[in-house]
């Protein structure tokens, strides 16, 4: 049993490295989706087209992508507290050079150091997580983390475009880079990769039960562990298909669609992205605890899948939508988005408990490699179907081809969850 000093510290210490981390992860969020609402602006500022929008956004995904697996390994040795701090100075970093670049390359590479940076904060928010809290509590946590850094998201639609209206895109990311650095600070001073480090028992061993046992041997034999698991991957290609084309359309081309196809200006285009992300947002907690109430993981992920298949459809056929019934699909889709969220704890429970971060890092892999290949992709397309009339501004027939590309990318999300391994929302892996 725990003293009260005791109990005081454990919850101090587990809502200060939560708070942190999670601050850090809002950001993260902010960057992977401002690019939607400042896409005209930078357009402007570097005389760019299509596929060079979609190439500057995309950087960020390169290096997150590139990054994950090696996040995932350093989280499980380093720990999360010293590479959150060490992101987010290389992050407050490359949007101070994003925000003040003059050229297109020197943008690029400041998205990329932003992307860099940022690529660690998520995997080390569930590694704490799992650290922090109950087993049996991660998929609502895991949801918790998810609907937080959406706020992000949800900064970087209508409270961004409302704040472009006094000062510009550059002095926001000055700003935002600024309080990356202050964060990486506060991450080095106060978090703590787990209650051992403070002194106090896991959370496992206050409930009685054996602590998970250590990973012995080397990092890579983890990572080996990891990767041969047949269970491991599907859950990779559901984060390739659904949350790729939600981080592609919802990230840089639903505003343009919106703009081009609709009429709408960035104000109603962005209210629209708010309501995706919105979706998403409160779709990732609530998915998460219903899971963990149901007790089932694969049945729930198939049904939001599908729900975010549909909504696809007359976005993509350029159905004349209401304005009540344009809000409710991007709601519903933001809604049918969220079920990729629990291929995270899906990776966690069919791995060892000390290869948490590996597991999730690599499924996590799938979304931003997605991201990276759609951003640009699909502007290109979308340059292509315009030169071939020659058009002054892309129309609904110019983005089709982009948008039959998302909803393949979608469908093959859908079919990878009949593949995954259903957990009961348990370990299945024997540690």
């Given at each position: 049993?725990?003293?009260?000093?005791q109990a005081s510290q454990l919850y101090r210490l587990r809502w200060t490295a939560?708070?942190?981390?999670?601050?850090?992860?809002?950001?993260?969020?902010?960057?992977?989706?401002?690019?939607?609402?400042?896409?005209?602006?930078?357009?402007?500022?570097?005389?760019?087209?299509?596929?060079?929008?979609?190439?500057?956004?995309?950087?960020?995904?390169?290096?997150?992508?590139?990054?994950?697996?090696?996040?995932?390994?350093?989280?499980?040795?380093?720990?999360?507290?010293?590479?959150?701090?060490?992101?987010?100075?290389?992050?407050?970093?490359?949007?101070?050079?994003?925000?003040?670049?003059?050229?297109?390359?020197?943008?690029?590479?400041?998205?990329?150091?932003?992307?860099?940076?940022v690529s660690v904060t998520f995997i080390s928010l569930l590694k704490l997580n799992?650290?922090?809290?109950?087993?049996?509590?991660?998929?609502?946590?895991?949801?918790?983390?998810?609907?937080?850094?959406?706020?992000?998201?949800?900064?970087?639609?209508?409270?961004?475009?409302?704040?472009?209206?006094?000062?510009?895109?550059?002095?926001?990311?000055?700003?935002?880079?600024?309080?990356?650095?202050?964060?990486?600070?506060?991450?080095?001073?106060?978090?703590?990769?787990?209650?051992?480090?403070?002194?106090?028992?896991?959370?496992?061993?206050?409930?009685?039960?054996?602590?998970?046992?250590?990973?012995?041997?080397?990092?890579?034999?983890?990572?080996?562990?990891?990767?041969?698991?047949?269970?491991?991957?599907?859950?990779?290609?559901?984060?390739?298909?659904?949350?790729?084309?939600?981080?592609?359309?919802?990230?840089?081309?639903?505003?343009?669609?919106?703009?081009?196809?609709?009429?709408?200006d960035r104000s109603a285009a962005t209210g629209h992205t708010t309501l995706l992300?919105?979706?998403?947002?409160?779709?990732?907690?609530?998915?998460?605890?219903?899971?963990?109430?149901?007790?089932?993981?694969?049945?729930?992920?198939?049904?939001?899948?599908?729900?975010?298949?549909?909504?696809?459809?007359?976005?993509?056929?350029?159905?004349?939508?209401?304005?009540?019934?344009?809000?409710?699909?991007?709601?519903?889709?933001?809604?049918?988005?969220?079920?990729?969220?629990?291929?995270?704890?899906?990776?966690?429970?069919?791995?060892?408990?000390?290869?948490?971060?590996?597991?999730?890092?690599?499924?996590?892999?799938?979304?931003?490699?997605?991201?990276?290949?759609?951003?640009?992709?699909?502007?290109?397309?979308?340059?292509?179907?315009?030169?071939?009339?020659?058009?002054?501004?892309?129309?609904?027939?110019?983005?089709?081809?982009?948008?039959?590309?998302?909803?393949?990318?979608?469908?093959?999300?859908?079919?990878?969850?009949?593949?995954?391994?259903?957990?009961?929302?348990?370990?299945?892996?024997?540690?």
């Amino acid at each position: 049993m725990l003293t009260h000093a005791q109990a005081s510290q454990l919850y101090r210490l587990r809502w200060t490295a939560f708070a942190i981390v999670g601050l850090a992860y809002i950001l993260s969020f902010f960057h992977r989706f401002a690019p939607a609402v400042i896409a005209g602006d930078l357009q402007a500022a570097f005389s760019a087209s299509g596929a060079q929008l979609g190439g500057l956004a995309a950087t960020y995904f390169y290096i997150y992508t590139l990054m994950q697996i090696p996040t995932g390994v350093l989280a499980d040795t380093l720990g999360p507290r010293r590479i959150v701090t060490i992101g987010g100075v290389i992050a407050g970093a490359g949007a101070l050079l994003f925000g003040l670049a003059d050229t297109l390359t020197l943008a690029s590479v400041g998205r990329l150091l932003v992307g860099l940076g940022v690529s660690v904060t998520f995997i080390s928010l569930l590694k704490l997580n799992a650290a922090w809290f109950h087993d049996r509590h991660f998929a609502t946590l895991t949801g918790l983390t998810i609907l937080l850094g959406n706020v992000g998201s949800l900064l970087a639609a209508s409270p961004l475009a409302w704040v472009l209206a006094y000062v510009s895109w550059r002095t926001v990311f000055v700003a935002v880079g600024g309080l990356s650095l202050l964060l990486a600070g506060l991450a080095g001073l106060l978090v703590r990769n787990h209650p051992g480090e403070a002194g106090l028992p896991s959370l496992r061993e206050i409930d009685g039960k054996t602590a998970h046992p250590p990973h012995q041997g080397h990092w890579y034999d983890g990572l080996l562990i990891v990767v041969r698991n047949r269970a491991t991957w599907p859950g990779l290609w559901v984060n390739f298909g659904v949350s790729g084309t939600l981080f592609a359309f919802g990230g840089l081309w639903a505003v343009p669609f919106l703009r081009d196809v609709y009429g709408m200006d960035r104000s109603a285009a962005t209210g629209h992205t708010t309501l995706l992300l919105a979706g998403f947002a409160l779709g990732a907690f609530f998915i998460g605890t219903l899971s963990d109430k149901l007790g089932r993981r694969k049945p729930v992920i198939i049904g939001a899948a599908l729900a975010y298949c549909l909504c696809w459809l007359p976005l993509l056929l350029g159905w004349a939508l209401p304005g009540g019934l344009s809000h409710a699909l991007f709601f519903v889709m933001g809604l049918g988005a969220s079920g990729f969220t629990l291929t995270w704890s899906c990776a966690k429970e069919v791995n060892p408990h000390a290869l948490s971060g590996m597991a999730t890092s690599v499924v996590n892999t799938g979304a931003f490699l997605g991201t990276g290949i759609l951003q640009p992709l699909v502007g290109w397309a979308i340059d292509q179907a315009q030169r071939s009339h020659g058009g002054a501004a892309p129309v609904l027939a110019d983005y089709q081809t982009g948008m039959g590309i998302m909803l393949g990318f979608a469908l093959a999300g859908l079919g990878a969850a009949f593949f995954v391994r259903e957990t009961y929302c348990r370990y299945v892996a024997a540690d």
